[in-house]
């Protein structure tokens, strides 16, 4: 996978202002049906996984749980983060055709 391609992607998206971080922000935008999709980190607890898979499932929001905390928090401009939620359908779209094309 371009791991560089998609965490670029989602710095834009951050930059553009369609991208949020936090648990209880992510939650809320799930909730709202504004989250088009979901990312967590694989290192993630199993409580915060559970808690999101189950909350996207629910909502029918895709969700990826591939890079690390570290990695996402990079992408961001920011410390460490644990799950983050796009809320643009355009940016949506770029990050799952650049996985489409790795798998």
């Known amino acids: 996978m371009d791991n560089n391609k998609i965490l670029s992607y989602i710095g834009l998206a951050k ?3 369609k991208c ?3 648990e209880e922000k992510v939650l809320n935008k799930i909730r709202s049906n504004e989250a088009k999709l979901v990312i ?3 290192d993630a607890s199993e409580n915060t996984s559970k808690k999101f898979k189950d909350k996207c499932s629910s909502y029918h929001v895709p ?3 591939y890079y690390n905390r570290s990695q ?3 992408s961001l401009g920011e410390a460490e983060r644990v799950v983050i ?3 643009d359908d355009g940016f949506v779209k770029m ?3 650049c996985m489409e094309k790795e798998m």
């Open 15 to 17: 930059r553009a202002g």
């Open 40 to 42: 967590i980190a694989n």
């Open 85 to 87: 939620a796009i809320t």
């Open 20 to 22: 949020l971080s936090g």
């Open 72 to 74: 996402l928090g990079q």
């Open 63 to 65: 969700l990826i749980q």
């Open 95 to 97: 990050i799952m055709n």
